[in-house]
Nanobody, 119 residues
Framework: QVQLVESGGGLVQAGDSLKLSCTAS????????MGWFRQAPGKERTFVSQ????????YYADFVKGRFTISRDNAKNTVYLQMNSLKPEDTGVYYC????????????WGQGTQVTVSS
């Protein structure tokens, strides 16, 4: 099992920045990647970004490219999401997720942290 704890959400104005953190504990060696998803009110949870623990390969959703940056600190088992130039449509609950072994998909989830961007 892998436990994930997010932090860093809050209420900001459009154009501001926030940095989310997600720290993993437990059997972290069994996980290959960590990522961020978000869920806006009344909408489905959508992929935001992911990073591979070993290779550092990164993927972003098109709607955050150039604004969000994902990074990792392997020593701290922590992944960060630096969010710049925030827009009201970025509002939602941001969830950290971790995969299991290769091919298992996103099977571990954090409790979520609220990000609210006012116009």
């Amino acid at each position: 099992q892998v436990q994930l704890v997010e932090s860093g959400g809050g209420l900001v104005q459009a154009g501001d920045s926030l940095k989310l953190s997600c720290t993993a504990s437990g059997r972290t060696s069994s996980s290959t990647s960590m990522g961020w998803f978000r869920q806006a009110p009344g909408k489905e949870r959508t992929f935001v970004s992911q990073i591979h623990w070993s290779t550092g390969i990164i993927y972003y959703a098109d709607f955050v490219k150039g604004r969000f940056t994902i990074s990792r600190d392997n020593a701290k088992n922590t992944v960060y999401l630096q969010m710049n130039s925030l827009k009201p449509e970025d509002t939602g609950v941001y969830y950290c997720a971790a995969t299991g072994a290769v091919g298992s998909g996103w099977i571990y989830w954090g409790q979520g942290t609220q990000v609210t961007v006012s116009s």
